[in-house]
């Protein structure tokens, strides 16, 4: 993988962050987060933004309202109850919390940083099981990364899973419809990371 930046349409520098989406540490709970083992398709996973564990260059991060994180204000909102109720869904299936972000920039981050800075802000996941997973899309920035944390198996096979997680994505992407790869995203999850 190349640091340059890729169109959409031709490549997409998309690496699976290991760890990037669980909690960093047993800190988080003397702070207020919560984590659900499993939760029922009415928890959201609303949580207070909590210190970070390292620096995270300045990045600006959004409060955790829900399973769909829109500061960019880019998905409509019938969409973005779809969006949650999949994530919901996966979530009550399979016990890992799943969260898409769409973001307006990146203000020159590196994207794996970002997202391994908010998955460890929000604290998205089991602070046991490390199985948190982050669609994140930044389409101003055309960045697509599908994070998730260590539980989900070594670096090699974390990165297997995202790219089939993002290959599924990539119709939708193409044809310029962010809102349709977050979509498919959240429904391949089931598939993908059972």
Request: hydrophobic share 40%.
């Amino acid at each position: 993988m190349t640091a340059a930046r890729a169109p959409i349409l031709v490549a997409l520098a998309l690496i699976a962050a290991t760890g990037g989406c669980s909690p960093s540490n047993g800190d988080d709970a003397a702070n207020g987060a919560t984590t659900n083992p499993v939760a029922s398709t009415d928890d959201r996973p609303i949580r207070p933004n909590l210190p970070m564990a390292r620096d995270c260059g300045g990045i600006d991060v959004p409060v955790l309202k829900g399973r769909v994180i829109d500061p960019a204000n880019l998905i409509p909102d019938a969409d973005e109850t779809l969006l949650e109720q999949h994530l919901a869904q996966y979530q009550a299936r399979t016990g890992h919390e799943a969260v898409a972000v769409m973001l307006p920039t990146l203000n020159g981050k590196d994207d794996g940083l970002v997202a391994r800075c908010l998955g460890d802000s929000w604290s998205i996941g089991d602070e046991v099981r490390q199985d948190g997973v982050m669609l994140m899309l930044v389409p101003s920035e055309e960045r697509v990364r599908v994070a998730m944390g260590s539980g989900f198996g070594n670096a090699e096979e974390s990165n297997r899973k995202a790219q089939q997680v993002i290959d599924g994505m990539m119709p939708s992407l193409r044809r310029g419809d962010m809102v349709g790869g977050l979509k498919e995203g959240a429904q391949s999850l089931s598939r993908i990371l059972p």
